[in-house]
């Protein structure tokens, strides 16, 4: 998909390091999973799976600068493992809404978010 996207897979790989791009698992999300997800959702990371919209999957030009996004994602999850990750995640995503933020406000401000948005566009 990062090729096919046009992506520079060796910048990519220094991006996500010490991940491995080509041991990460890649996914179309089932029906069943993307139910739960919220409006504007595309994939979801879990530690070393990346579940992507079926959809965004077959479009031409989505799924690469997505897939680095999520990639990030996958990197976040090995450096902080599940209890931290989860932890942060949610707790900097509660203390926004706890702020008065609008649940998508609060979405955008969780730095592991933001970071891995900074890398996407980076690299797109």
């Known amino acids: 998909m990062l090729r096919a996207g046009g992506m520079d897979s060796v910048r990519v ?3 996500v390091e010490p991940v491995d791009p080509d041991r990460v698992v890649v996914r179309s999300a089932p029906s069943v999973m993307r139910r739960f997800w919220g409006r504007g959702i595309s994939a979801m990371t879990l530690p070393n799976r990346i579940f992507i919209d079926p959809a965004v ?5 989505g799924p690469a600068s997505l897939l680095v996004h999520e990639l990030i994602h996958v990197r ?3 450096e902080l493992g599940v209890i931290r990750f989860v932890w942060r995640y949610l707790s900097t995503y509660l203390a ?3 702020k008065g933020q609008g649940h998508r406000a609060a979405y955008l401000a969780i730095p592991l978010e933001v970071e891995a948005r900074a890398a996407a566009r980076l690299m797109g």
């Open 96 to 98: 926004g809404r706890l």
């Open 76 to 78: 976040q999850w090995e």
């Open 13 to 15: 790989r220094v991006l």
């Open 57 to 61: 999957m077959a479009s031409r030009s």
